[in-house]
Nanobody
Framework: QVQLVESGGGLVQPGGSLRLSCVAP????????MRWYRQAPGKERELVAT???????NYADSVKGRFTISRDNGKKTVYLQMNSLKPEDTAVYYC??????WGQGTQVAVSS
């Protein structure tokens, strides 16, 4: 069983930045597509960003130009750099490895 551990969430003012990390120790990390999802209160979980094994990326329209997904295969870590944060970015953020493995989530709150 692969365990993913997210970190980096917190409370930030609108316009601020955060960087989320997701570590997957003990996994064959480099072969997997990695994704970040988020789930706001009362809403369905939505896909935010994807990075494949060849490092190609895709983003939800709502975060394009503000968020950047990246990966460090040597550290078995995927990152989500979030800039120009808005109150509507408030959610629990989850990473997902491949099609099966989820992290426990990290809370992001954007508020003045």
């Amino acid at each position: 069983q692969v365990q993913l551990v997210e970190s980096g969430g917190g409370l930030v003012q609108p316009g601020g930045s955060l960087r989320l990390s997701c570590v997957a120790p003990g996994s064959i990390f480099g072969i997997y597509t990695m994704r970040w999802y988020r789930q706001a209160p009362g809403k369905e979980r939505e896909l935010v960003a994807t990075i494949s094994s060849d490092r190609s990326t895709n983003y939800a329209d709502s975060v394009k130009g503000r968020f950047t997904i990246s990966r460090d295969n040597g550290k078995k870590t995927v990152y989500l750099q979030m800039n120009s944060l808005k109150p509507e970015d408030t959610a629990v953020y989850y990473c997902k490895m491949g099609n099966s493995f989820w992290g426990q989530g990290t809370q992001v709150a954007v508020s003045s």
